[in-house]
């Protein structure tokens, strides 16, 4: 008999939900809530009873019966580090992402939610894969001070999907294989598999690695540190600068890939922003592909970018000669929880406990 669940994925504007049967998608719908909606409310925790109530009235809308669900899952958000994995959502990981030991985001409601709908029906309910996944080897965690560490905060929901996709298509498990992946959109993260363990991932939030159409990256520390004591920006303005308003918004204004492509045909610096992001993010893979011994299996990427084949090719151009080259455009989160939650229930996989 199919599995029917209901997926939620949370963010700062909107609340994207699905229905599925196993795999297949019933019906999806994004719930698009105003800027004054959102201001109504003091932190993102008090959103909760609002997000919950726009999910049960549009399903009642589609005349859907919530009591025939099997169970539901909700994005995961920034919890403590923990290994990636489908979690049950217990009153701990509830609590904490009320919390938000790592910070407040829209994706900590995910979990809550799923947890209110699915008591009321006497299901299980679940997150997969959260922002906050970290299984850095221990040598991948020294950053050159003891007072700072390097931290897993990447796109591990997408990443990993598209690894266990990958291993799928080729007969394999996805703890049998080494894979690096390349997820590409607003932020960039490139992320070594081995073995079913992210080993080594660059920080896609804040400040390491590649830049990315919204994200500065790796920053020389010196210059940093000089622009930090300029007095040109409060801590909050250099902030949104480095997390928002760097790499190609920086540069040319946008953080639309297709437009800065556009912008390149015909200026020259334009093109150049363009082949320093290709070239950046060939550098990660050639550093992920050191750190798995050259043992490399695939090398894929998704993400919205990666539909751009002009992107493609040219990091490819770079490291093609590291393993061969898999894309798999966009991303399908949705699908990917659905996906961590049937691993459960089909026993394929035992719920991890937060």
Not at 201 to 208: F, I, P, T, W
Request: with cysteine; proline share 4%.
């Amino acid at each position: 008999m199919a599995i029917k669940s209901l997926i939620i994925n949370p963010g700062s504007t909107s609340t994207k939900i699905a229905v599925f049967e196993d795999e297949k998608m019933l019906f999806d719908k994004t719930l698009r809530h105003s800027t004054e909606e959102i201001a109504k409310y003091d932190s993102i925790f008090d959103q909760k009873d609002f997000r919950k109530g726009i999910i049960l009235d549009f399903l009642k809308e589609q005349n859907f019966d919530i009591k025939t669900l099997d169970m539901v899952v909700g994005r995961g958000g920034l919890v403590k580090p923990i290994p990636g994995g489908t979690y049950r959502v217990t009153d701990d990981l509830v609590e904490d992402l009320k919390i938000g030991p790592q910070g407040q985001h829209a994706s900590n409601l995910g979990g809550v939610l799923a947890r209110e709908i699915a008591d009321e029906i006497g299901k299980p309910s679940f997150i997969v894969d959260p922002v906050a996944v970290d299984e850095l080897a221990p040598v991948a965690r020294l950053s050159g001070i003891p007072e700072i560490e390097r931290t897993s905060i990447f796109h591990p929901l997408n990443q990993k999907a598209m690894a266990r996709r990958y291993a799928k298509e080729n007969g394999k498990k996805y703890e049998d294989i080494n894979v690096i992946v390349v997820h590409m959109g607003g932020g960039v993260s490139v992320g070594a598999h081995r073995k079913g363990k992210v080993i080594d991932v660059s920080n896609a939030l804040e400040g390491d690695g590649a830049f990315s159409p919204e994200r500065a990256g790796g920053l020389p520390v010196g210059p940093l540190l000089r622009l930090c004591f300029s007095g040109k920006y409060t801590e909050k303005e250099l902030y949104k600068r480095l997390v928002g308003g760097g790499g190609l918004n920086a540069y040319l204004g946008s953080n639309d890939m297709q437009e800065c492509l556009k912008k390149a045909e015909t200026d020259e610096n334009a093109a150049m922003v363009i082949e320093a992001f290709k070239y950046q993010i060939a550098k990660d893979i050639g550093a992920r592909a050191a750190a798995l011994e050259g043992k490399v299996d695939a090398i894929i990427f998704t993400g919205g970018i990666a539909h751009e084949k002009r992107i493609i090719d040219g990091i490819s151009g770079f490291v093609s000669w590291i393993a061969p080259i898999v894309v798999y455009p966009g991303e399908d989160e949705l699908l990917a929880l659905a996906q961590g939650g049937l691993r459960v229930l089909n026993g394929e996989e035992e719920a991890k406990e937060y």
